[in-house]
C-alpha cells in the first residue's frame, strides 16, 4: 500500500490531467502498463500528478534522459538498474530490469545486481558505465582512472548525461521509497528492507 493517495483521471484538475495525458502519450507504449487496477498511475507518476509544476518537469526530464541522449539506451539501462539496486528502490529495478534485457544487457548482470553482487561484464562499456554510476554513488566521486575510461567511451557531452541520469534516478528511487510505490500485484519485493 503506497503512502500516497492514488489519484484518478476523474478527480484530477486541469494542469493535472493535462500532466497524466502527456505521460500517457510519452511512455503508454513503453511495456509497461501505467495503471493500476483502480485506474491510478504506477510507480512515480502517480506523486508526479500530486504536483504537477515538478512532475511535468520530471516527466520532461525522464523522457529526455532514457530516449533524446548521446549514451547509447543499453548503457542507460545499465546505469539505471545499477541506481535502482543501489537503493533498493523495488519499483524502479522490476520496471527497468526488463528494459535492460530487452536492450541486450545480459540477464547475468541483472541477476549480479539483484544479489548485490559486482557483475561481471562481457562488454567492457557496460562495465565502464557501471563503475562511473557506482562510484558516484557509493564514493561520491569518480576516481581518475575510471574518469578517464568514461570519457573515452561517452566523451564530454555523454559523461554529463550520464551525471544528469544517475540524478535524476536517484530522485526518483527516493519519490518510490519515501512513498513506498508498490509493485504490480503478484510481484514478489527483491530485498527485505
Known amino acids: 500500500m503506497t503512502r500516497l493517495r492514488t489519484l484518478t483521471r476523474s478527480e484530477l484538475s486541469d494542469e493535472q490531467a493535462e500532466l497524466w495525458d502527456g505521460i500517457n502519450d510519452s511512455r503508454g507504449g513503453g511495456g509497461l502498463d501505467l495503471l493500476d487496477e483502480h485506474g491510478g498511475l504506477v510507480g512515480p507518476f502517480n506523486a508526479f500528478v500530486h504536483s504537477p509544476k515538478i512532475g511535468k518537469r520530471l516527466s520532461s526530464l525522464g523522457g529526455l534522459l532514457r530516449f533524446r541522449t548521446s549514451v ?42 539483484r544479489e548485490g553482487r559486482r557483475p561481471q561484464f562481457d562488454r ?50 527516493m519519490v518510490l521509497n519515501l512513498f513506498e510505490v508498490p509493485l504490480a500485484p503478484g510481484e514478489a519485493p527483491i530485498w527485505s528492507d
Do not use: K
Open 72 to 113: 547509447e539506451r543499453r548503457l542507460s539501462e545499465v546505469a539505471i538498474c545499477t541506481v535502482g539496486a543501489h537503493w533498493h528502490s523495488e519499483f524502479e529495478f522490476w520496471a527497468h530490469a526488463p528494459m535492460a534485457l530487452d536492450n541486450g544487457v545480459s540477464p547475468l548482470v541483472i541477476d549480479a545486481l
Open 124 to 173: 567492457d562499456d557496460e562495465r565502464i558505465v557501471h563503475a562511473v554510476t557506482s562510484q558516484l554513488l557509493n564514493d561520491r566521486r569518480v576516481d581518475a582512472h575510471t574518469f578517464a575510461e568514461g570519457e573515452q567511451l561517452l566523451g564530454e557531452t555523454g559523461m554529463v548525461e550520464l551525471a544528469a541520469l544517475v540524478g535524476y534516478y536517484c530522485l526518483i528511487s
